[in-house]
T-cell receptor, first 114, second 114 residues
Framework: NAGVMQNPRHLVRRRGQEARLRCSPM?????VYWYRQLPEEGLKFMVY????????ESGMPKERFSAEFPKEGPSILRIQQVVRGDSAAYFC????????????FGQGTRLTVV | AQSVAQPEDQVNVAEGNPLTVKCTYS??????LFWYVQYPNRGLQFLLK??????LVKGSYGFEAEFNKSQTSFHLKKPSALVSDSALYFC????????????FGTGTRLQVFP
């Protein structure tokens, strides 16, 4: 049973370009969470999704950021018109059920905006 | 609002000595508490969790943590440190209502010297 798979592992974008980060949850997991880790900081919650639904996006910036988890395929975190401040590690986690279970994390995507 | 504090940026300990990494929390309601470890350029690995039951929780790699409700603490401990334990450790608490949206502390870097 493969773990949470994120790709790409490293992504370099120029300012103004779009970044697409993908997350395939563990088999049997239908809950996906995205977190952002800025240098020398802890992880900050961004968004919680179930298949075809955004459950909680209270941590998402109001502009340029969006997330989806379609019925088929991976979850996508999309950042439009990237700026240098978007440079961070983005981690995806998945869980089987809501409540009383631990979330399993992927290895992250390191986004560098140049 | 939920929050987690890790008062030490770094903990240094000699191999073979006991180690403690401190964590205090603030939540409304019953806390769900977690410890994760992050090795360089890797994702987070789950160590242990407290949901309910015994205050002393045993986890992976010989780590344990003690839940202290009166002191609102959840310190991570290990009786005998290994050089390979050197990593970044994060304490996390769940947002009220479910266990998978996590609020992370800023992390404590553990350095074990041979």
């Amino acid at each position: 049973n493969a773990g949470v798979m994120q790709n790409p592992r490293h992504l370099v974008r120029r300012r103004g370009q779009e970044a697409r980060l993908r997350c395939s949850p563990m088999k049997g997991h239908s809950h996906v969470y995205w977190y952002r880790q800025l240098p020398e900081e802890g992880l900050k919650f961004m968004v919680y999704l179930q298949k075809e639904n955004i459950i909680d996006e209270s941590g998402m910036p109001k502009e340029r950021f969006s997330a989806e988890f379609p019925k088929e395929g991976p979850s996508i975190l999309r950042i439009q018109q990237v700026v240098r401040g978007d440079s961070a590690a983005y981690f995806c986690a998945s869980s089987r059920l809501q409540g009383n279970t631990e979330a399993f994390f992927g290895q992250g995507t390191r986004l560098t905006v140049v | 609002a939920q929050s987690v504090a890790q008062p030490e940026d770094q903990v240094n300990v000699a191999e073979g000595n006991p180690l403690t990494v401190k964590c205090t929390y603030s939540v409304s309601g019953n806390p769900y508490l977690f410890w994760y470890v992050q090795y360089p350029n890797r994702g987070l690995q789950f160590l242990l969790k407290y949901i309910t039951g015994d205050n002393l929780v045993k986890g992976s790699y010989g780590f344990e943590a003690e839940f202290n409700k009166s002191q609102t603490s959840f310190h991570l401990k290990k009786p005998s440190a290994l050089v390979s334990d050197s990593a970044l450790y994060f304490c996390a608490v769940s947002a009220q209502g479910y266990t998978d949206k996590l609020i992370f502390g800023t992390g404590t870097r553990l350095q074990v010297f041979p």
